[in-house]
T-cell receptor, first 113, second 109 residues
Framework: DAGITQSPRHKVTETGTPVTLRCHQT?????MYWYRQDPGHGLRLIHY???????DKGEVSDGYSVSRSKTEDFLLTLESATSSQTSVYFC????????????FGQGTRLTVV | TQLLEQSPQFLSIQEGENLTVYCNSS?????LQWYRQEPGEGPVLLVT?????EVKKLKRLTFQFGDARKDSSLHITAAQPGDTGLYLC?????????FGAGTRLTVKP
């Protein structure tokens, strides 16, 4: 199994509070991604990173920020959580883009109440 | 508008039946991937198709990439309950990776 772990696995938080999710890899892969998964929408890209300190927005980036200060860690922050951000969040890693396989973490279930 | 449109969204069949699910786009891609996701887990890669018209077989699963490299299909022969899951197609779009909404397949014993 690819070395990718997400923490926490489950979290309940209150509306308006900041939340940070962590993705840690041991594969030294260049690319890291954060997705959210909601019924009927599949996986939607929030932000991605193509190297240390190199990040870019995805399809649904509003209300989210990311940071990557080390190759192995990619943090997703909800600046002020809202109920619409209740979702399952997945982190993924891959080598050079194109034909390479993406490996996923086991997901973080976030509930904003 | 989603980059990748998958159909059908849901599919429920009996064990032993055949089925085909589709992934369509108006864009051309250099490659396309299919993933399967089981409940509580992240997606896992099934196949990558690269060449227009390419057909790849993985046991009872047959994947085809359209000649124009805009669409793909996944055919399952003699479906089994173990095939139950969410099937997702994905493409690399510049530096990022995008997914379709998926086809949720249920195979009943």
């Amino acid at each position: 199994d690819a070395g990718i772990t997400q923490s926490p696995r489950h979290k309940v938080t209150e509306t308006g509070t900041p939340v940070t999710l962590r993705c840690h890899q041991t594969e030294n892969h260049r690319y890291m991604y954060w997705y959210r998964q909601d019924p009927g929408h599949g996986l939607r890209l929030i932000h991605y990173s193509y190297g240390v300190k190199d990040t870019d927005k995805g399809e649904v980036s509003d209300g989210y920020s990311v940071s990557r200060s080390k190759t192995e860690d990619f943090l997703l922050t909800l600046e002020s959580a809202t109920s619409s951000q209740t979702s399952v969040y997945f982190c993924a890693i891959s080598g050079e883009g194109g034909f390479t396989e993406a490996f996923f973490g086991q997901g973080t279930r976030l509930t904003v109440v | 508008t989603q980059l990748l449109e998958q159909s059908p969204q849901f599919l429920s069949i009996q064990e032993g039946e055949n089925l085909t699910v589709y992934c369509n786009s108006s864009s051309v891609f250099s490659s396309l991937q299919w993933y399967r996701q089981e409940p509580g887990e992240g997606p896992v890669l099934l196949v990558t198709v690269v060449t227009g018209g390419e057909v790849k077989k993985l046991k009872r699963l047959t994947f085809q990439f359209g000649d124009a490299r805009k669409d793909s299909s996944l055919h399952i022969t003699a479906a089994q309950p173990g095939d139950t899951g969410l099937y997702l197609c994905a493409v690399y779009n510049n530096n990022d990776m995008r997914f379709g909404a998926g086809t949720r397949l249920t195979v009943k014993p």
